[in-house]
């Protein structure tokens, strides 16, 4: 009897050991639900219009599922910073090296990654990939460049540099995106602060407010305007003007004299992302020249297909502009460590 108490006993302990493994076992996978491990799909958080197209291409290629989050640069980083303790994605993608190296300088970025196909970047492309190799540059567009409404303003009274929009004819005639959401907008704002100097930048911006600027959350709400005549020019990124000109809008486009600010598209890997090996190759089909003529296409981009190509080799759209253009190369690892305070002070004085 007493023996069999033992048994049964041990057989209740044994039996409760395993429930408690099991429990154990399901809060473990409960708290990978959210990660790419949990779908087994390779998690994709891009700011890019083709993005949709690629992400297809390479599955098809690959058989490797891609889950695609498309959303605003500013969002995405929102979000990458708020998963920090659970990443839910393996590869992000957008325009802006400052942004992309301020995700490095918190140590989210997987290192020393080394796609076969790197060694097809163009000299430019190549100098902005930083020493650590956290993320490729893989294509360039200018951060901003002036457009103005035909309608409004004649050729002859064009602006032909950033401070030519100080003169009286754009006076309340401005406008901008804000630097806070629109990914390619902080670059462009970083250049500014770094040729003219911090406080010459900062009193061209204050400027423009005082004189009636607008400041508009993102792309679709600043071409808008320009192309109703609501405002005469805008600093805005040279794909977006170009894809509102190739669509019919009265709008033509100013390389300013003094320079524009080159802005890479980059991709990075999550350092904790569980398909890194996916990632690796989903990087390595950007890097390639099948990758880079499905982001070409504007069926798949729109404006965000006339960009400038990472790759040797491989032409960018006709309707791109490619000469005549000065191009300035922003400090990135500065632009990156100022960047919190920067966007700070220009919600505060700028766009408020």
């Given at each position: 009897?007493?023996?069999?108490l033992f048994r049964s006993g041990?057989?209740?302990?044994?039996?409760?050991?395993?429930?408690?493994?099991?429990?154990?076992?399901?809060?473990?996978?409960?708290?990978?639900?959210?990660?790419?491990?949990?779908?087994?799909?390779?998690?994709?958080?891009?700011?890019?219009?083709?993005?949709?197209?690629?992400?297809?291409?390479?599955?098809?290629?690959?058989?490797?599922?891609?889950?695609l989050v498309d959303d605003s640069?500013?969002?995405?980083?929102?979000?990458?910073?708020?998963?920090?303790?659970?990443?839910?994605?393996?590869?992000?993608?957008?325009?802006?090296?400052?942004?992309?190296?301020?995700?490095?300088?918190?140590?989210?970025?997987?290192?020393?990654?080394?796609?076969?196909?790197?060694?097809?970047?163009?000299?430019?492309?190549?100098?902005?990939?930083?020493?650590?190799?956290?993320?490729?540059?893989?294509?360039?567009?200018?951060?901003?460049?002036?457009?103005?409404?035909?309608?409004?303003?004649?050729?002859?009274?064009?602006?032909?540099?950033?401070?030519?929009?100080?003169?009286?004819?754009?006076?309340?005639?401005?406008?901008?995106?804000?630097?806070?959401?629109?990914?390619?907008?902080?670059?462009?704002?970083?250049?500014?602060?770094?040729?003219?100097?911090?406080?010459?930048?900062?009193?061209?911006?204050?400027?423009?407010?005082?004189?009636?600027?607008?400041?508009?959350?993102?792309?679709?709400?600043?071409?808008?305007?320009?192309?109703?005549?609501?405002?005469?020019?805008?600093?805005?990124?040279?794909?977006?003007?170009?894809?509102?000109?190739?669509?019919?809008?009265?709008?033509?486009?100013?390389?300013?004299?003094?320079?524009?600010?080159?802005?890479?598209?980059?991709?990075?890997?999550?350092?904790?992302?569980?398909?890194?090996?996916?990632?690796?190759?989903?990087?390595?089909?950007?890097?390639?020249?099948?990758?880079?003529?499905?982001?070409?296409n504007p069926k798949n981009g729109?404006?965000?297909?006339?960009?400038?190509?990472?790759?040797?080799?491989?032409?960018?759209?006709?309707?791109?502009?490619?000469?005549?253009?000065?191009?300035?190369?922003?400090?990135?690892?500065?632009?990156?460590?100022?960047?919190?305070?920067?966007?700070?002070?220009?919600?505060?004085?700028?766009?408020?």
């Amino acid at each position: 009897m007493g023996a069999e108490l033992f048994r049964s006993g041990r057989f209740v302990w044994v039996l409760s050991f395993v429930v408690i493994v099991l429990i154990l076992g399901g809060c473990g996978a409960s708290a990978k639900q959210g990660s790419s491990s949990g779908s087994g799909q390779l998690v994709l958080y891009s700011a890019q219009g083709y993005d949709s197209a690629m992400a297809k291409a390479f599955q098809a290629k690959t058989g490797i599922k891609v889950k695609l989050v498309d959303d605003s640069t500013g969002n995405l980083v929102a979000k990458i910073e708020a998963e920090r303790s659970n990443p839910h994605w393996d590869v992000a993608w957008f325009d802006g090296d400052s942004t992309m190296q301020g995700l490095d300088n918190q140590g989210m970025l997987l290192k020393n990654v080394t796609p076969g196909n790197a060694k097809n970047l163009t000299p430019q492309i190549k100098s902005m990939v930083p020493a650590d190799k956290s993320y490729y540059a893989v294509s360039k567009t200018a951060a901003a460049v002036i457009g103005y409404n035909t309608k409004s303003v004649l050729a002859s009274q064009a602006p032909k540099d950033w401070t030519d929009l100080l003169k009286p004819r754009f006076k309340n005639a401005t406008a901008m995106n804000d630097p806070s959401i629109s990914g390619p907008t902080y670059p462009f704002v970083a250049g500014i602060l770094q040729t003219m100097g911090t406080t010459q930048g900062k009193k061209f911006f204050s400027t423009l407010k005082a004189d009636g600027m607008n400041v508009f959350p993102t792309n679709d709400n600043t071409i808008k305007a320009l192309s109703s005549g609501q405002v005469k020019a805008a600093m805005l990124q040279d794909t977006a003007l170009l894809d509102a000109k190739h669509s019919g809008s009265p709008v033509k486009l100013v390389y300013p004299s003094s320079g524009v600010f080159a802005l890479p598209g980059c991709i990075s890997i999550d350092k904790n992302a569980p398909n890194k090996a996916a990632a690796k190759k989903f990087i390595d089909f950007v890097l390639s020249p099948e990758g880079q003529k499905v982001m070409l296409n504007p069926k798949n981009g729109g404006g965000d297909s006339y960009f400038i190509p990472g790759i040797k080799g491989v032409k960018p759209d006709p309707g791109r502009p490619v000469t005549g253009i000065k191009w300035v190369t922003v400090n990135a690892k500065k632009a990156a460590a100022n960047e919190n305070q920067i966007k700070q002070w220009f919600h505060a004085n700028i766009t408020q």
